[in-house]
């Protein structure tokens, strides 16, 4: 099952999506002068239960909603829906509310991913 691999930079906040990490001994992603933290699905410190994507599969669709405050200051930036075959993103703002629709096409992942919390993953099979 393919993954999504996000890294960020800790001194600016630049999120950046990597198609193919290099696993090497000293390699590495550098942004202001250090090295980009691999974020890490559902680990931040946070109730999961308004991080992690809740979803509904009704016929072909997929449902997604997060139980999570949309404010100016903490909010869920974007959803994703990421197969083999696909990857979709749906990006929000302060204000919209946390949930989309996505077709179903079998096994995949979806992410959310909060400006204060980081990211989060629910499996659909």
Do not use: Q
């Not at 696993?23 to 980009?36: A, F, L, V, Y």
């Not at 691999?38 to 599969?57: C, F, G, I, Q």
């Not at 669709?61 to 949309?70: D, K, L, P, Y």
């Amino acid at each position: 099952m393919k993954e999504l691999i996000l890294k960020r930079c800790n001194k600016c906040g630049a999120l950046i999506k990597v198609l193919n990490d290099c696993n090497s001994h000293g390699c590495g992603i550098i942004c202001c002068d250090d090295s980009m933290e691999l974020l890490k699905p559902n680990t931040s410190d946070a109730a999961a239960e308004k991080h992690v994507p809740v979803v509904e599969k009704v016929n072909d669709i997929i449902n997604v909603t997060i139980n999570h405050v949309m404010d100016e200051d903490h909010y869920i930036e974007w959803i994703a829906y990421i197969s083999d075959n696909r990857e979709e993103f749906v990006y929000l703002k302060a204000g919209d509310n946390a949930k989309t629709e996505f077709k179903y096409e079998g096994k995949a992942k979806v992410y959310a991913y909060c400006n204060k919390h980081d990211l989060w993953v629910t499996d659909i099979d």
